[in-house]
């Protein structure tokens, strides 16, 4: 069985939608569930009518709805020529729509509630699955619309909500299982579930990448599929870095690194349930799928030592730092830091003790690079490069409990020429002394 994620990007608009279909019919023969994001920034555009509705700018709230409401209909009205379909994915794209006007009207009432949030948020998702699930119908690929409400089952942190891996397996096995028995293809919302109430919990931003790896573990997957807008995960976020290179394989363990350090490409939490049963995670670019992209595993690639990708989060809460043992210490935490709900503190810890950092503006002043590859603290020569780095830009460089991770605090106004540098010299250079030397190019290591 494969688990597919579609992010927004790669489902916007008739093309995405076309070319996720075209992704899905050609994967066709296998057991396959299909995870399905909002389309394109529609979360992002709920969580503005939320904002607008607390500030008392209804009419903007309900001005941005109706624009949501154009863009799925006009959608509908691209893809689908059949009149039942068309009528019957129309209907209940209206009601959902309708829905939310309703939960408008409560959030005007009643003001802010966690609850309501997580439920305007989830119609993104809502709205998405129930256009591919008719459009996939009307090209005849026979497909069942699961909502994941039932599936994903979490605790009661509503808009960062904790699965329950327990309740979903057995939830998945009598709800998705049976679909994807019959022959059929189940397709089910990412980024959504509910509380053993009912209530609408969401897992946090860029969810459905987690999604997929939940279901993929409560359903014995052989291999989850990520499609996304970019060839795979990259040496660096190409939005800020150019001349950046596919990293072919990865660890569970790096890739979460790099995730939790920023890499917005996974959701942070995404590798924990995949690794727990060796399940493969392949990053593909649903605009070029000739791309072999990256394959995330157990082992990832061996044979390797070098620095293999930079991230990095813009503004850091010191008290962020201070945290910042991540994956192997603790995930609830952190992915509470990782959506910045951190208080602030001043002291960093690290292997080499605890370095003190100024506490004054301590919410924005900083970035924090992060340096992601097996074993690279154990690599004297990455240290001994670092230094001039500590010299020229008066980085801090902490060398934190993992040794697949190094990281640079600086000040936030020179981020992008420090990512820049250090993506030059650590992997740009090192990858063309690799192809000069027409070898596999291995870092000697120390231990
Ligand atoms: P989706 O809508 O498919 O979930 P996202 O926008 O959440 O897509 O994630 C893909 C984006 O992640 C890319 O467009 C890229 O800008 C960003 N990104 C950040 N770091 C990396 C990285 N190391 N490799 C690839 N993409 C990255
Ligand atoms: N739609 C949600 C978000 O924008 C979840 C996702 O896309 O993964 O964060
Ligand atoms: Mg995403």
Redesign the pocket.
């Known amino acids: 069985m494969k688990v597919m994620k579609f992010?927004?990007?790669?489902i916007a608009g008739v093309d995405g939608m076309n070319r996720t279909a075209e992704i899905i019919r050609s994967a066709l023969g296998e057991k396959l569930v299909i995870v399905i994001?909002a389309s394109g920034k529609t979360t992002r555009h709920l969580l503005k009518c939320y904002d607008d509705l607390l500030n008392k700018k209804s009419n903007n709230a309900f001005s941005r709805l109706n624009n949501i409401e154009e863009e799925h209909i006009m959608l509908i009205s691209n893809l689908i020529y059949d009149i039942c379909i068309f009528y019957n994915v129309s209907t209940r794209v209206n009601q959902l729509i309708k829905d939310i006007r309703s939960d408008f009207e409560k959030i005007i009432e009643d003001g802010d509630s966690r609850l309501l949030k997580a439920k305007i948020l989830s119609y993104g998702e809502l709205l998405s699955s129930e256009i591919l699930s008719a459009y996939l119908s009307y090209l005849n690929i026979g497909n069942k619309l699961v909502d994941a409400r039932n599936v994903i089952i979490t605790n009661e942190n509503h808009l960062n909500a904790a699965p329950d891996l327990e309740a979903i397996r057995s939830k998945a096995e009598s709800i998705i299982k049976p679909v994807v028995d019959s022959g059929a293809i189940a397709i089910a919302q990412g980024f959504i579930g509910s509380d053993k109430n009912g209530n609408t919990t969401l897992l946090g931003f860029?969810g459905s990448d987690y999604t997929a790896s939940i279901l993929a573990n409560a359903l014995d997957a052989n291999e989850i599929y990520i499609w996304?807008?970019?060839d795979g995960?990259?040496t660096?976020?190409?939005?800020f870095i150019d001349d950046t290179v596919i990293v072919e394989n990865l660890s569970y363990d790096e890739a979460s690194e790099?995730a939790f350090s920023g890499?917005?490409?996974l959701h942070p939490l995404t590798m924990q349930p995949a690794s727990i049963k060796n399940i493969p995670i392949f990053i593909r670019n649903s605009k070029n799928i000739s791309c072999k992209g990256t394959c995330i595993n157990r082992k990832g690639d061996i044979e390797s030592y070098a620095i293999k990708?930079i991230?990095f989060k813009d503004s850091v809460d010191l008290h962020e730092i201070k945290n910042f043992n991540l994956y192997n210490g603790n995930g609830k935490n952190n992915l509470e830091l990782y959506n910045g709900n951190g208080n602030g503190s001043s002291s960093i810890h690290s292997n080499g003790g605890s370095e003190k950092v100024s506490s004054d503006n301590h919410f924005i002043q900083y970035s924090l690079i992060t340096l992601v590859g097996k074993y690279i603290q154990k690599d004297p020569k990455i240290r001994k490069d670092l230094i001039a780095y500590k010299k020229k830009y008066n980085a801090k460089i902490i060398y934190p409990d993992s040794l697949n991770r190094i990281n640079i605090l600086i000040d936030k106004s020179i981020c992008c020429e420090v990512l820049t540098r250090l993506h030059e010299e650590f992997i740009k250079k090192v990858i063309s002394i690799s192809r000069n030397k027409k070898s596999d190019y291995k870092r000697v290591f120390a231990g």
């Not at 992010?7 to 790669?10: E, F, L, N, Q, Y």
């Not at 660096?236 to 939005?239: G, L, N, Q, V, Y």
């Open positions: 992010g927004g990007s790669s994001s860029e996304t807008d970019v995960v990259l660096a976020d190409p939005k790099l890499a917005k490409v990708s991230t």
